[in-house]
């Protein structure tokens, strides 16, 4: 019972420079978010996922894209890290319905220099 | 805009007190509530939630909340609390496809 995963768990890189962060699910879940946790804000969502090849921005999507070409996957890649973007990143997913909870994976640290 | 307000930060209580954390929101729809907890160095599991019927809802590990429509509160309660529930508590309320969470009350417990 695998879940949810993400990697890496911890990164480091440098503003300006792209980064990929991965996350996979083994529910077969329609939806899936992305969101970034930081000190004073709780979490916030930056995009999510109805389905495969249907995305939308959330609250905070500036400086991020995503894509999800296969419904077990949702990477969210910087384009070009800013150190704004130093934060810890969840993904979750749920079943449709918006009544689902949602489930989370256990976080990538992101540190940018 | 749409926002989530616990307002404890961090609270601090020794075993066996009892917890109340606040939790308000602000949009007049439908909504549907969440407690999640983080405990160190762990991703966020569901504690409770509240869809519709009796507003006083039970979770895991003797957690409860009680949803008050007219004061647009979700408040999370324990009679009595353990070494073991020191933790990051999030409320969240979602609407749609839309969720928005609290900025989180860090409890710390002692023993």
């Known amino acids: 019972d695998a879940g949810i995963t993400q990697s890496p768990r911890y990164k480091i890189t440098e503003t300006g420079r792209q980064v990929t962060l991965m996350c996979h699910q083994t529910w077969s879940h329609s939806y899936m978010f992305w969101y970034r946790q930081d000190l004073g804000h709780g979490l916030r969502l930056i995009y999510y996922?109805?389905?495969?090849?249907?995305?939308d921005k959330g609250e905070v999507p500036d400086g991020y894209v995503v894509s999800r070409s296969k419904t077990e996957n949702f990477p969210l890649t910087l384009e070009s890290a800013t150190r704004s973007q130093t934060s810890v990143y969840f993904c979750?997913?749920?079943?449709?319905?918006?009544?689902?909870?949602?489930?989370f994976g256990p976080g990538t640290r992101l540190t940018v220099l | 805009a749409q926002s989530v307000s616990q307002h404890n930060h961090h609270v601090i209580l020794s075993e066996a007190a009892s917890l109340e954390l606040g939790c308000n929101y602000s949009?007049?729809?439908?909504?549907?509530l969440f407690w999640y907890v983080q405990y160190p160095g762990q991703h966020l599991q569901l504690l409770l939630k509240y869809f519709s019927g009796d507003p006083l809802v039970k979770g895991i590990k003797g957690f409860e909340a009680e949803f008050i429509k007219s004061k647009f509160s979700f408040n999370l309660r324990k009679p009595s609390v353990q070494w073991s529930d020191t933790a990051e508590y999030f409320c969240?309320?979602?609407?749609?496809?839309?969720?928005?969470f609290g900025a989180g009350t860090r409890l710390t417990v002692k023993p």
């Open positions: 996922s109805a389905a495969a090849d249907i995305t």
């Open positions: 969240a309320v979602g609407w749609g496809n839309d969720m928005r």
């Open positions: 979750a997913s749920r079943t449709a319905g918006p009544y689902n909870e949602q489930f």
């Open positions: 949009y007049g729809g439908t909504v549907n």
